[in-house]
């Protein structure tokens, strides 16, 4: 499987003289990690992560891309998908510009860590339980805790969601789409005056996702599986009714490697 069988023609990009503000209001509109930043020729210079664009406020409103521009590697249509993946786990990055050839950076499209998972091998997946792969240390937000510092720990960590616990028990998940979509993170990020009282809103007022789960003697087959039947990004891996851990798609990616 090449990247030309997978990858996004026509994406979302930002030139570099374009202003932060903008490129933050293009990936939180239309929730994506990051964008391709390209020059006035249309060559690509790099991306511009969520986790740059997002923290920095809308009154900075002189500041363009050029100064937030992340290196990545670019590739091919012809580059081989899952070479593709181990440069995006490698350069710790969701997505890569994929370019005319190694002489023309002109930019054709982008590839995602997203579309490397929708198209793994079913019968190259390794037999392996989750818990021998999952990240033990997990990231947690709790309920009576006010949204905006839920966001800054998911800006800090550059993760789209957390589980919510109460009493040490998982009881759901709070992405990064359920605050964006509230508008309760442009309040917070856009606005330097203090806090008022609706900033610091519980965050379970806004928990609308549902916190998928396994056990731990899951395999990694049915979380690839449970992940792509509900289009998400993680599972927790539950136990007794705690969380032992959790998984991603990159954790999934990094297994299938072999890696």
């Known amino acids: ?5 997978i990858f996004s023609r026509d994406p979302l990009y930002v030139e ?11 990936i939180r509109d239309n929730h994506v990690r990051g964008l391709p930043v390209v020059d006035s020729r249309g060559q690509v210079l790099g991306v511009i992560t969520s986790q740059d664009a997002l923290r920095v406020t809308s009154t900075k409103s002189n500041v363009t891309v050029s100064g937030f521009i992340a290196k990545v590697p670019t590739v091919t249509g012809d580059t081989d998908a899952l ?9 710790k990055s969701n997505l890569l510009p994929v370019v005319e050839s190694r002489d023309d950076k002109t930019l054709r499209g982008v590839v995602t860590i997203i579309d490397i998972f929708k198209h793994l091998d079913n019968s190259k997946v390794p037999r392996k339980q989750i818990s021998e792969i999952m990240t033990k240390k997990v990231v947690t937000a709790r ?4 949204v905006t510092k839920v966001w800054e720990r998911m800006l800090i960590h550059d993760y789209t969601g957390l589980p919510m616990v109460r009493d040490d ?12 979509k509230r508008g309760w993170a442009r309040i917070s990020k856009e606005s330097e005056t203090r806090p008022t009282e609706s900033m610091q809103l519980p965050a379970e ?6 916190l998928y789960s396994l056990k731990p003697t899951a395999s990694v087959a049915d979380a690839i ?5 509900h289009d998400v990004g993680r599972v927790s ?3 007794e009714g705690r969380i032992m851990g959790i998984v991603d798609r990159s954790d999934l990616i990094r297994c299938y490697l072999g890696e």
């Open 1 to 5: 499987m090449l990247v030309e069988d």
């Open 16 to 26: 570099d003289s374009t202003y932060l503000t903008k490129a933050r209001q293009l």
């Open 83 to 91: 070479d593709a993946a181990r440069i995006m786990l490698n350069e």
């Open 143 to 146: 309920p009576d805790e006010p």
């Open 169 to 180: 028990k998982p009881i759901g998940i709070i992405t990064r789409f359920d605050i964006l």
């Open 205 to 210: 007022k806004l928990m609308s996702s549902p």
């Open 225 to 229: 599986e449970l992940m792509l039947k």
């Open 237 to 239: 891996v539950v136990d």
